[in-house]
């Protein structure tokens, strides 16, 4: 499917362009759009793709992902039936979704793109999408997202006498858009034309035939994963010493003695304080002004953000170091593949962008909008959202300017902009994270990923909209 999409924006943005003569500016929009996918997007991501990966190495070896996966084991078994309980993929997944809640961009990338390459060593088709890559995939486009901080930020700084109020409605889109995408893509896995090919059916060109994962060569279902819980076998062989469950890797870091427990309760104790600190500081007798005491929810916002990332960053390493692993080295074995992952989503994120890119700069988008005016003004969907909600599959950056335009012309807490803040919450920029994420393992047949995440996308947009009427019009 995305090879149509692809190409149908290409074709478009050409003959509209040519209608509105604006076809310089399409080109020129093209070329602007390889430098930003290669100078400001993927060379910037090496560096934070290298810190996260070499953070993920020490959760890995200190056991904190083993720890995690196995609190949320049941959840994990039922979305991903055909990973096994105990593969590494489970924790980089849920690893990946944590940081989504709590809105940690520029770590939910890198830790998803690791997610797909742990994924990739359970896939006997190279090239092709698994169930559990599409999933996955679905999960991260449906946005779960537990406060939509940018948004809150963006009516907060316009002036909106109440911007947190758009976090329960978020939620609640985000659920729908979540329920949805995870019952499209189990749904659509089942369909004829998505389903994935038997030993004794033809396979893609190019591909070697393999047996489905749970189906034995005369179609018989098989324990494939109940197999893999209990032996380091994977589909085409044997995971890596790295990787493989049970192996010294998984188990060589020592066990947590009084001393380090102590060190662990002083770090959490501190964190806690510089967490009151910037959130209600007037507990520990620091001045404020009148306008920070009556705000309590926004500055409990902003102290999560803030502390996040600082207290990831070090927590990691401290609880790895206490349980005798090497921080520093393994820190570095992690974070080498984090430039070569850069590199390898290059040509995905040219592919996409530049498509994209034509698209909205030969009018597109507006042509588009006028078209589907009619149609929205009969069902009672506001039109002045509509370029947003178009362009949020495509681009965050411009969603992100779309709706502080929207909150500029109509005001923090009109309507129309709180439902954009929901929108902007409850949605994510499908294309670019099917590019980025299927582009680090070379997967070019995509299967019904890209129909699942639109699904989302959609209901997500519709949610918001209903809600927002129920709650705020």
């Known amino acids: 499917m995305l090879n149509y999409i692809w190409l149908g924006l290409i074709v478009a943005a050409v003959l509209i362009g040519a209608i509105n003569g604006s076809l310089e500016a399409v080109s020129k929009e093209a070329f602007d759009r390889v430098e ?43 979305l991903f039936p055909d990973v096994p309980a105990k593969h590494p993929a489970m924790g980089s997944m849920l690893m990946n979704m944590a940081a989504n809640i709590l809105g940690l961009a520029n770590a939910a990338t890198p830790l998803g793109i690791r997610a797909m390459k742990d994924l990739e060593t359970l896939n006997p088709r190279p090239g092709v999408a698994t169930n559990a890559m599409c999933t996955f995939l679905a999960i991260n486009t449906s946005s779960i997202q537990l406060i939509p901080a940018t948004a809150v930020g963006i009516l907060a700084v316009n002036g909106s006498s109440n911007p947190s109020a758009i976090v329960g409605t978020a939620i609640l889109a985000t659920m729908c858009s979540t329920i949805a995408g995870i019952t499209a893509v189990k749904l659509l896995e089942k369909l004829p034309g998505y389903r994935l090919a038997t030993v ?24 494939v994963s109940r197999r893999s819980e209990t032996s380091s076998e994977v589909p085409g062989g044997k995971m890596p010493p790295s990787t493989a469950v049970g192996t010294p890797a998984a188990t060589e870091a020592t066990s947590l003695h009084v001393i380090g427990k102590i060190v662990l309760f002083l770090f959490m104790g501190f964190f806690a304080w510089a967490f009151l600190r910037v959130a209600f500081p007037g507990l520990l007798g620091i001045e404020t002004t009148a306008a920070v005491k009556d705000n309590g929810f926004i500055r409990s916002v902003n ?33 080498k593949e984090g430039f070569q992952v850069s590199v390898m989503i290059i040509p995905y994120l040219v ?39 178009l362009v949020r ?16 012309e109509f005001g923090p807490d009109s309507l129309i902009a709180l439902t954009g803040a929901t929108i902007f919450g409850s949605t994510e920029t499908t294309f670019y994270v099917i590019a980025v994420y299927f582009g680090a393992v070379n997967v070019r047949r995509t299967r019904h990923a890209v129909p699942a995440g639109l699904i989302a996308d959609a209901v997500g947009i519709i949610a918001s909209v209903i809600i927002c009427r129920l709650m705020f019009g």
């Open 303 to 335: 102290a999560v953000s803030l502390l996040s990332i600082p207290f990831l960053l070090s927590f990691f390493p401290l609880y790895a170091a206490l349980r005798k692993v090497k921080v520093y080295e393994e820190f570095v074995e992690g974070a």
């Open 36 to 78: 930003f996918a290669v100078m400001k997007l993927a060379l910037p991501l090496a560096g934070i793709m290298a810190l996260w990966l070499g953070v993920m190495r020490l959760a890995e070896k200190a056991g904190l992902i083993q720890i995690l996966a196995q609190w949320l084991r049941p959840l994990m078994r039922w």
């Open 351 to 389: 592919a996409i962008f530049v498509a994209i890119g034509m698209f909205r700069a030969a009018g597109g988008i507006e042509m588009l909008t006028s078209a589907l005016k009619p149609v929205l003004d009969l069902v009672g969907f506001p039109t002045e959202l509509l370029p947003m909600c």
């Open 200 to 223: 004794a059916e033809p396979v893609a060109a190019g591909v070697p035939p393999a047996v489905e994962p749970g189906v034995s060569p005369g179609g018989k279902a098989v324990e």
């Open 393 to 408: 599959p495509l681009s965050g950056s411009g969603t992100l300017g779309l709706f502080t335009d929207l909150v500029k």
